[in-house]
């Protein structure tokens, strides 16, 4: 038997709330339970306002959790403060949607880049110039670019930027958070591209947060399902579009036809419900075309359904002697035409 792959990072029961109106609780991400293993990328995806950004952030500490652990090497980092956690935190970078948004437009992309290298790192002047100038030409932009400012660059270019910056601490982990949503299609591509082959070179792991699935099917290797803050449905990427366990990400796919799913489209009946008030019972069974009276009042838990497939669902669809997958297995990934 082959040994379980230890997780580089392990969330237990991760909580985020925020105050809502009229004092109200908004549950943005409800005790999530999660492993990611060294070298793999998992695709977070999930209609806006399920919580992906926020578990994102959460996990890197960007928003504070309310409750629960982050552990990464045996360190939990929702207890670490100082100097141990910013040392720790620069192995865990974040890629934002909008880079523009986090790129001064003031100082010089070399500066930029530079930066996270010399406080988080303590490189030298001389050292982090000539890391600056490799990163650069890795991210396809050319050293040129170092001299010039975030404004005289596309979007594409810009993401290149953001990228760049958040691998110059040479992080172990990244959350890519909707890192191509605001770029033209042809544009998505090549940073998808690109992704894929620093993920390869520099043996990233990676959490790629999408509500693209057509995006995610060509990075992932596996797919967490996030809905209401809970996480709904974890496969390999292969079995989930194949066939999703849970009824929403059932509904998810075949809103994507040219996923070459054959089946049937499926209608989401209604919006998603509110945070601050969740349904009873299955948080899903509003939207639900299986719901049965048990989904209405009795929450079902995140179970294991075949190897390295868990579903929050009392009804799975998938049978549950399906075909074993390893949660790990390394899974030739596409490259975007
Ligand atoms: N700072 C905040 N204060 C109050 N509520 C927030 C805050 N940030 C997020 N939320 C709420 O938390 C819930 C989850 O939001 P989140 O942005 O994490 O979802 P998402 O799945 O990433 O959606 P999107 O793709 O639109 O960003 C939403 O109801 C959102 O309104």
Same mark, same amino acid.
């Given at each position: 038997?082959?040994?379980?792959?230890?997780?580089? /990072?392990?969330?237990?029961?991760?909580?985020?709330?925020?105050?809502?109106?009229?004092?109200?609780?908004?549950?943005?991400?409800?005790?999530?339970?999660?492993?990611?293993?060294?070298?793999?990328? /998992?695709? +977070?995806?999930?209609?806006?306002?399920?919580?992906?950004?926020?578990?994102?952030? %959460?996990?890197? #500490? !960007?928003?504070?959790?309310?409750?629960?652990?982050?552990?990464?090497?045996?360190?939990?980092?929702?207890? /670490?403060?100082?100097?141990?956690?910013?040392?720790?935190?620069?192995?865990?970078?974040?890629?934002?949607?909008?880079?523009?948004?986090?790129?001064?437009?003031?100082?010089?992309? @070399?500066?930029?880049?530079?930066?996270?290298?010399?406080?988080? #790192?303590?490189?030298?002047? %001389?050292?982090?110039?000539?890391?600056?100038?490799?990163?650069?030409?890795?991210?396809?932009?050319?050293?040129?670019?170092?001299?010039?400012?975030?404004?005289?660059?596309?979007?594409?270019?810009?993401?290149?930027?953001?990228?760049?910056? @958040?691998?110059?601490?040479?992080?172990?982990?990244?959350?890519?958070?909707?890192?191509?949503?605001?770029?033209?299609?042809?544009?998505?591509?090549?940073?998808?591209?690109?992704?894929?082959?620093? !993920?390869?070179?520099?043996?990233?792991?990676?959490?790629?947060?999408?509500?693209?699935?057509?995006?995610?099917?060509?990075?992932?290797?596996?797919?967490?399902?996030?809905?209401?803050?809970?996480?709904?449905?974890?496969?390999?990427?292969?079995?989930?579009?194949?066939?999703? @366990?849970?009824?929403?990400?059932?509904?998810?796919?075949?809103?994507?036809?040219? +996923?070459?799913?054959?089946?049937?489209? !499926?209608?989401? @009946?209604?919006?998603?419900?509110?945070?601050?008030?969740?349904?009873?019972?299955?948080?899903?069974?509003?939207?639900? #075309?299986?719901?049965?009276?048990?989904?209405?009042?009795? %929450?079902?838990?995140?179970?294991?359904?075949?190897?390295?497939?868990?579903?929050?669902?009392? /009804?799975?669809?998938?049978?549950?002697?399906?075909?074993?997958?390893?949660? %790990?297995?390394?899974?030739?990934?596409?490259?975007?035409?």
């Amino acid at each position: 038997m082959t040994p379980k792959p230890t997780p580089l /990072l392990e969330l237990s029961k991760l909580r985020v709330e925020f105050n809502g109106s009229a004092g109200r609780k908004v549950r943005a991400v409800r005790d999530v339970d999660l492993q990611i293993y060294e070298g793999e990328t /998992l695709g +977070l995806v999930g209609e806006s306002g399920c919580g992906k950004s926020t578990l994102g952030r %959460a996990m890197l #500490r !960007i928003t504070e959790p309310t409750a629960g652990a982050i552990n990464y090497l045996g360190l939990d980092i929702t207890r /670490l403060r100082g100097t141990v956690f910013r040392r720790t935190r620069a192995d865990l970078q974040m890629v934002f949607q909008d880079p523009f948004g986090s790129l001064n437009p003031r100082r010089t992309i @070399a500066d930029i880049v530079a930066e996270p290298m010399l406080r988080a #790192r303590g490189m030298s002047r %001389a050292d982090a110039r000539t890391a600056v100038d490799a990163l650069l030409e890795q991210v396809g932009l050319g050293r040129e670019a170092g001299a010039r400012r975030p404004h005289e660059f596309s979007g594409g270019q810009r993401q290149r930027i953001g990228i760049a910056r @958040a691998l110059a601490p040479s992080p172990r982990f990244v959350v890519a958070d909707e890192p191509v949503s605001a770029l033209d299609v042809s544009i998505q591509a090549q940073v998808i591209n690109l992704l894929t082959d620093l !993920i390869r070179e520099r043996g990233l792991t990676m959490l790629f947060i999408s509500h693209d699935l057509g995006v995610v099917r060509h990075i992932a290797d596996r797919i967490a399902v996030m809905y209401l803050g809970q996480i709904i449905e974890i496969a390999s990427r292969d079995d989930f579009f194949a066939g999703p @366990a849970h009824p929403y990400g059932e509904a998810l796919l075949s809103s994507v036809p040219s +996923l070459g799913s054959a089946r049937e489209r !499926i209608e989401l @009946a209604g919006e998603l419900p509110d945070p601050a008030a969740p349904p009873p019972g299955c948080t899903f069974h509003t939207r639900c #075309r299986y719901a049965i009276d048990r989904c209405t009042v009795e %929450a079902p838990e995140l179970r294991e359904v075949a190897p390295g497939r868990q579903v929050r669902c009392h /009804l799975p669809l998938v049978p549950l002697s399906a075909a074993p997958s390893s949660p %790990a297995a390394p899974v030739t990934k596409g490259t975007v035409a």
